[in-house]
């Protein structure tokens, strides 16, 4: 939670600095720092809190404390992800929060957000919300490998390059179905296409340039968006339950 | 590695596992805890697999290194382990003082449990297996760790849970507690059981019960 209050607070003064340095496209700068200190947060919670904790709870045996109670193995995982996810949740509103509040403090002197070209507070706040989701994903993926593996750092090495690949294979795929470098066959590009979503497609979820230049957001594909990310932490979260049920912890 | 063992514990007794080390006695008892699945055969608690969640609402556990999370106070990690066996909040408060009294850790309630000495984690961790007041206790080495005072009052305590009508099974392996404590008793080598009965009739053909664990270890 100190961390959360330290980000927050640089968050805060770097957005304060920031809008004196540039008089034109303030929100877009604003918006990518808030963004990168968002992301920053809410990863650190993910590997070293998520990833971290339920690490050592695994190898620690502190999970022999839980279960020897009548409490599933299910229940354990899901639990474990529910206070994870809220923490996180309550870090990203902050952080947000403190975003906008830095943007509109500085830009005060000269009329306010509403002076900022194509800024919305709904599309930031969705934006927001679409980053949590995305980590959430990422979390549940963290849980994952921490029951397949039998160390913290491999999981915490897979997950990374999860994120990594969710995060640059769409840009990938989109280069391709352009063709201007390398030719490919459709059945290929459209198994590449599956396969970035089976991954999962992380960069769906990056909202920031429709934030940055104001473009328009397709409430049904966001629907659609939503629904991706919160079948997909659900799928993962019972796979890692179900690995972890038949796990001998001895 | 357990080699087809069988056991039975009977309702109120108080059943010591013995063994060297190695023989097998954390095995069986995480197997028992349904934490390992046997590759064959079944662990049943009062008829109920131990691989089922509701068979452990009538167990207390008590792990040979009992491990916490340790940024809890003593009361809030007994309030932790007697909400997740399903009491009341309302009678877990009732409950914390008199459990931590009775390990002599009531003037450490408030204190947190990484400041607390092996001993008194051991203790901690015995109050949390009896906090929702079970009616089967399975401790593993539950004198590990502890000074003269400390063993003095566990075995007292043991005491009273099986003047209370308790089950107790417990691995230990020094022998002193088990010829005060135990009715029956199990002798585990290489993952087999040498012997269970009564520990009365365990020690009958040799001076003591050391000599006669000692014989039947050397014999096999």
């Known amino acids: 939670m100190y961390g959360i209050g330290l980000l927050s607070g640089l968050l805060f003064i770097s957005n304060l600095f920031i809008t004196q340095f540039f008089s034109l496209e303030i929100g877009k700068v604003a918006i990518d720092v808030g963004f990168s200190v968002l992301s920053l947060a809410g990863l650190s919670i993910i590997f070293f809190l998520g990833i971290g904790l339920l690490s050592k709870d695994l190898h620690q045996k502190n999970i022999c404390m839980i279960i020897s109670h009548p409490v599933s193995r299910f229940k354990y995982v899901a639990g474990k992800f529910s206070g994870l996810a809220l923490f996180l949740m309550i870090a990203m509103g902050i952080l947000g929060i403190f975003a906008v509040l830095s943007l509109w403090m500085g830009t005060c002197a000269s009329g306010g957000m509403e002076t900022l070209r194509n800024f919305s507070l709904n599309i930031f706040f969705c934006a927001v919300f679409f980053n949590f989701l995305s980590l959430l994903i990422l979390l549940a993926l963290g849980f994952f490998f921490t029951t397949v593996t039998t160390s913290g750092y491999l999981s915490m090495l897979l997950t990374f390059f999860v994120y990594i690949i969710g995060h640059t294979l769409d840009t990938i795929i989109k280069a391709l179905i352009k063709g201007d470098f390398v030719q490919m066959d459709t059945i290929i590009l459209k198994g590449l296409k599956l396969v970035s979503w089976i991954l999962p497609n992380l960069s769906a979820f990056d909202l920031k340039t429709s934030l940055a230049y104001g473009l328009p957001l397709d409430t049904v594909y966001l629907i659609w968006l939503t629904c991706y990310g919160i079948l997909y932490t659900c799928i993962v979260l019972m796979a890692a339950g179900m690995i972890l049920h038949f796990k001998d912890i001895s | ?220």
Request: charged letters at 25%; a neutral charge.
């Open chain 2, 1 to 220: 590695m357990l080699k087809s063992i069988s056991l039975e514990v009977e309702q109120g007794e108080v059943f010591g596992f013995l063994g060297p080390n190695g023989a097998g006695k954390s095995t069986a008892i995480n197997t028992t805890l349904g934490f390992i699945k046997p590759d064959k055969g079944r662990v049943l608690i009062n008829g109920i697999s131990s691989r089922e969640t509701s068979a452990r609402k009538y167990i207390g556990y008590l792990p040979e290194h009992p491990v916490f999370y340790e940024h809890l106070k003593a009361c809030e990690l007994l309030e932790f382990s007697g909400l997740a066996s399903g009491m009341q909040k309302q009678k877990l408060k009732t409950r914390i003082d008199p459990i931590l009294e009775k390990m002599d850790l009531l003037p450490f309630k408030n204190r947190l449990v990484k400041t607390f000495s092996k001993g008194m984690k051991q203790r901690i961790g015995l109050a949390m297996a009896m906090v929702a007041d079970p009616p089967i206790l399975i401790l593993d080495e539950p004198m590990s760790g502890l000074d003269p005072m400390g063993r003095k009052l566990v075995t007292d305590l043991i005491l009273e849970l099986k003047s209370a009508g308790k089950t107790i099974f417990f691995s230990t392996h020094i022998l002193n507690d088990v010829e005060i404590l135990c009715d029956r008793i199990a002798v585990l080598h290489k993952g087999s059981i040498l012997y269970s009965g009564s520990t009365h009739d365990f020690i009958e053909k040799n001076e003591n019960l050391e000599d006669a664990f000692i014989n039947l270890i050397k014999n096999n």
